[in-house]
């Protein structure tokens, strides 16, 4: 991509600048939070904030970038000398996707060793599928980024699998009050995760140049709210339910 | 090193602004963590977060001269007229080595007389293998590095007894459910620390140029999430559980 309109560049970068200031605001949210709801649960608010905290980072890091990488020539936005940094995606998905599947284990409150053995797994899973992904999105060919997101979409349909499948005990002994708001997670996360690899198709489909971009960048950040922002107000909510839940149980005890 | 390659140049910069991001998301959780622990173990998360705040803070540096050290030329990576400084690791690890060993101290509960003694000899030792190590990775001959490098073993060694067989008797009076992740933050301690004396003389063994840096710069950077991001969150594991054992033996007595 050597040109970008002014409608498209302007476009990306407020949808960088939008996000920025909607992941600072939830992970304020998330930490205030932390002190309502019960202490079983506190540790889920921290790492919900943490997501959003680091996505926060990056997509500061990722508006600046964008800013660097063109500028404005005879009325018309030209790439720089400076490349854009899109693996500040990457490396924020590295670090964020392991840690949304523990924001969900983690406020299901299973037994300890499930806790530990589902967390492990399950953010392997997804380090893994980053991992896969990422020589995908660099290469120069379609082929390339079919091999890739081919290979990458077998640690993202095991984690499916782990959703619905494994966990599905667990979601059964939710308090009641709690169950659909569980249920809606993940339903939250295998959606908004199965946007991420159609908008990375798009690039090898033919999709070339500023519209492709465009399409790319608008979309991940969409994605990358729903997945990040709205996902953690989800956990919220069940943390606050199940804190009352476990009260009211603690009553009648 | 003159010049390198884009990708090893991004590889390079990518992995110090993901490890700032990891730093920094860890000190939070850390210090968040430290209302979920017993007042015993709140110094030990304390220390925990205030170890990867300071590596927080020097990667973010070591990123910003990183970027600083290289120019864009016709294509290619160029060094600038800035020397990159990697001197901020060693300073780093002045501050941070001996604090992990304090951590570790810290968390295991011994009495104050023990806590002192082992929290200064172990501190001490530690600053000495890092003061020994650094003119051994900034000599320019490999004999330089060889000199300083097995120098700077010689407190290793002494640090790694003083973990396994001075220890010993403390990690067998840890409460039972504490005492296989007490077992486990030693082994990561020495496994972890082990791998800096291999990327070091990595450099002795006629390892040269680009290839050489990228190698001892992504080395160096996962070894110190692993030894300071990886080795808190077992303190942090360790902290919790040791407060519900106290408060059980509370219960019960």
């Known amino acids: ?41 506190k540790t889920a608010m921290t790492v919900t904030g943490l ?25 018309t936005v030209v790439a720089s000398e400076i490349a854009f940094n899109d693996a500040y995606r990457y490396v924020d998905w590295f670090l964020t996707v392991p840690l949304l599947l523990v924001e969900l284990i983690l406020v299901m409150g299973l037994s300890r060793q499930e806790t530990t053995s589902k967390a492990i797994r399950l953010g392997l899973l997804a380090a893994l599928m980053v991992g896969l992904g990422y020589p995908g999105e660099i290469a120069d060919a379609a082929s390339g980024r079919w ?12 984690i499916v699998y782990e959703l619905f499948v494994g966990l599905s005990r667990s979601v059964d002994q939710q308090p009641e009050s709690a169950r659909g708001l569980v249920k809606a997670a993940i339903w939250v996360t295998v959606l908004s995760w199965a946007f991420y690899p159609v908008v990375f198709f798009a690039g090898a489909i033919g999709l070339e140049g500023s519209t492709a971009t465009t399409v790319v960048q608008v979309g991940y950040t969409i994605a990358d709210i729903i997945a990040k922002a709205a996902f953690g107000v989800l956990i919220f909510m069940i943390a606050v339910r199940k804190s009352e839940a476990d009260m009211g149980r603690a009553r009648t005890a």
Chains 1, 2 share one sequence.
């Open 1 to 41: 991509m050597e040109t970008i309109t002014i409608g498209q560049y302007d476009l990306i970068y407020n949808a960088f600048s939008f996000t920025f200031a909607t992941m600072a605001a939830a992970t304020l949210f998330f930490w205030f939070g932390r002190s309502q709801v019960a202490d079983a649960y």
């Open 51 to 75: 997501v959003t905290a680091i996505a926060a980072y990056h997509y500061f890091r990722i508006s600046e970038s964008w800013a660097d990488a063109f500028v404005l020539s005879n009325g």
């Open 147 to 158: 091999l890739w997101g081919i290979l990458a979409m077998i640690p993202f349909l095991w």
